[in-house]
């Protein structure tokens, strides 16, 4: 016991210091059972990858893997700092999982936090209030060009507003907005699928701007998924190309679609590729409804492409390799993952994250 001018107190009650981490991770799925978690990694993954994965997959790999040696799953490394580990939906894994990276000292997240959770002022001096911090901790980690410039729009209004007026209560469409928003902090996961020759890797390459998945006329080229983290106009994505899926497919190739069947499951987006007469593709049975879902031909400038009956069935169609279609596609794909209405709404950006508004439970 110490005591000194304030009074007394107990060197055992001081918080303990805050261990440094280099990476952090958040489940970006329900605590519930479900067919498939998500886990990300930002930071220095090795460390944390060799501790719980049996094989270490290289910047744009995707791969299954064993979790611990109790589950079979699919790690997507994006680029060399930020990976998404897909194990089956138990509760028990997801635990085993959190018990090792907590061992390992990564800093673990809830998928609801926003600055106040993890310090609040304590982290952004700078800032006048917790609302202020929040956004100050999603610029911090905002993926989009797009979510940055607003994001500093967002901060500057707020630093104008007269002292001393609150901000009116969200209502629920402030908040579902704010969700919608949220996509240009954290990527929207998109998974493209189609069956073998459809135009997947060569549609990857086009958004892309470079060769980043083999591509050419024989069917099954690609075996392996590709994931890429990629821009379209502003608004950052993670991007999946998946094996072309043929349900009878040899033993390497089935492996492959199972790893397909993760990501689609895992997706916020799906994209089935068919090519004129090629059919399009089965995509698993227990695909969520509430994944957003786009149908585009591809090959459109082939002769007879439009009158094709994978044209009638089409959302939009393009052509990866002349270019036709593209500047369509890219802005259907902006607009199911962050409206246009949303990004020009003139109420402020409310943090769907941010513990300011979220009800006290006793």
């Known amino acids: ?18 261990r440094k981490v280099s990476c952090a991770s958040t489940w970006t799925t329900m605590a519930v059972p479900g067919a498939v978690s998500v886990l990300q990694l930002v930071g220095d993954i090795e460390p944390v990858l060799r501790t719980i994965a049996d094989r270490m997959p290289e910047p744009g790999d995707v791969m299954r893997v064993r979790f611990l040696g109790i589950d079979t799953g699919v790690i997507a490394r994006v680029h060399s700092r930020f990976a998404l580990l897909m194990p089956h939906g138990g509760l028990r894994i997801r635990e085993r999982m959190e018990q090792a990276m907590l061992a390992s000292g990564v800093m673990y997240a809830e998928p609801s936090f926003g600055a106040v959770a993890l310090g609040g002022l304590d982290l952004y001096p700078e800032a006048d209030d917790d609302e202020e911090a929040d956004l100050l901790e999603a610029l911090a980690r905002a993926v989009s060009p797009l979510g940055t410039s607003m994001l500093l729009r967002a901060v500057s209004a ?48 086009r958004v892309s701007g470079k060769d980043l998945a083999l591509s050419g006329p024989e069917p099954g080229l690609t075996r392996d998924a590709v994931a890429a983290r990629i821009e379209l106009e502003g608004i950052t994505v993670d991007w999946f190309d998946t094996p072309g899926l043929r349900r009878n497919a040899d033993p390497i190739e089935a492996e492959a679609i199972e790893i397909a069947d993760t990501l689609i499951r895992s997706a916020d987006l799906v994209v089935s590729l068919a090519e004129p007469g090629g059919g399009w593709p089965e995509a698993p049975a227990s695909l969520d409804p509430a994944i957003g879902h786009l149908r585009v031909l591809t090959k459109c400038d082939l002769p007879g492409a439009s009158q094709s009956q994978e044209a009638r069935g089409a959302d939009l169609e393009l052509s990866a390799r002349s270019g036709k279609g593209m500047p369509e596609f890219v802005s259907r794909l902006r607009e199911m993952i962050v409206p246009q209405a949303d990004l020009d709404h ?5 943090m769907p994250r941010n513990t300011a508004f979220r009800p006290t439970i006793d």
């Open 1 to 18: 016991m110490t005591c000194g001018p304030d009074g007394c107190r107990d060197p055992s009650d001081d918080p303990a210091p805050r």
């Open 158 to 205: 707020l630093s104008s507003r007269p002292p001393g007026v609150p901000r009116p209560m969200p209502t629920a469409d402030d908040l579902a907005r704010g969700e919608r928003l949220w996509r240009l902090v954290e990527p929207a996961r998109l998974a493209i699928i189609g069956r073998p020759n459809s135009g997947k890797s060569t549609l990857l390459n």
């Open 346 to 350: 003139p109420d402020p950006w409310v």
